[in-house]
């Protein structure tokens, strides 16, 4: 992540159980969540044991921005605890994991029946409406930090869709109905901002950037692509006009992502294309969208917050049964952080305009997570989730391609999407955060539909 993830942990406990045992439990799972890189803020070990106390522990919620709460249930404890702290942190829309702890059958006292402690939370937590998630570990179990995990990241990007701002240059094309969107739903379901950007403003800003800035941009990509100096001068430079214009408008309006109808005026009227300005801008961590895909874009600050790495919007453009195996491809705009190292960049042209600038590589082999925001009229929102291996293999077609085996036969995988008639852009990070995304869609209240 680009910063370490925020945890609040807070300890209930009630004197009258073993408080020496409760405490030993309180300061394990703040060591563990410690050394796993967490950032954990709260109470730290202190066992919250009245009402005092807890309000000191809900000041300290409201003063800081964390993205989950631990609710460890260190001992019994009536919900009245667990409720105050979870509303404290509900309008934020941080996630909160009750944790408890096993007992030992010991034919002795029940030292702290902490199992209890989070069934008397839990329901009192789904009467008020407060979604929440539940472990039952001991402290010391390192397969609970895979929870832990993957709630936290989902918590981060619940906050960070909350909070963001999407720019969309233009309109989508005619015919891409996948790429249409309603701003006022965007907001009421995600909580973001979609915020339009005139294609003609947008053009112009690109034109009249200096050229001191273009050779900026120019010198930057030529550390990277060594055949930079083949392409046309002079349609190379306007792509850098691009990605300024486009990057500080980013700035100007604190933007997370954009959407980009980068056809055909681009091509038309700057005699360039826009590819390479937006693989810049996502490897900037401002992810890019073409066609002013939206959902798309969205789809791609979800994939940014949840993994803290650099995403790419991509078509399916073939599927093969015999190897079991598919092309996810795009003209030239994936984040060069995905390139295979084996193979060189190298700066091109657009496949059907003949203009520059776009980059071309195949995608690196590792392991993938397949994404996308499915938006129909009729049944709103879903999230896809999926995944597979993106195989080591030259480029299948010019530009930016991949070759990846997903977890399910191809196949069943293309039936699918055509079944279910899904977007026909979808969006991959490296590593597996299928977890961690069906956390969010359980947050976001979004139904899954499972890919893979």
Known sequence: MTQPLSVALVSIARPTFDVPLAQSVADTVHTQLTWAGYNVVGTDTTLIMDTAAVEDAVHGLKSVDVDLLVLLQASFADSSMAVTLAEAVHDKGVPVLLWAVPEERSGGRLRLNSLCGINLAGHALKRRGIAYEYILAPADDVYALETVNALARAGRARRTLKESRVGVVGEHPGGFDTCSYDAAEVQSRFGATVVPL??????????????????????????????????????????????????????????????????????????????????????????????????????????????????????????DAESDSAVLWHCGLAPISMADPAYTIEGTVHSNRKLPLLFQFPLKPGRVTVARLHHLPETGYRLVIGGGEMLSAPPSFSGTSGVVRFDRPVMEVFDTIMNEGLEHHVCIIYGDYRAALRAYARLAGLHVLELT
């Open 198 to 319: 005139p294609l003609t403003d947008t053009l112009q800003a690109a034109a009249a950037v200096s050229a001191q800035r273009r050779q900026e941009f120019v010198t930057r990509v030529s550390s990277f692509t060594p055949n930079l100096g083949e392409l046309d001068a002079a349609a190379t430079a306007g792509t850098a006009g691009v990605y300024a214009a486009l990057s500080d408008r980013a700035a100007a309006d604190k933007l997370d992502g954009i959407a980009v109808r980068c056809w055909p005026e681009f091509f038309t009227e700057l005699g360039c294309a826009a590819c390479g300005a937006m693989s810049v801008l996502s490897e900037d961590r401002i992810p890019c969208s073409c066609e002013a895909d939206v959902n798309g874009t969205l789809t791609l600050v979800l994939l940014q917050a949840i993994s803290g790495l650099q995403p790419f919007i991509t078509d399916l453009v073939n599927v």
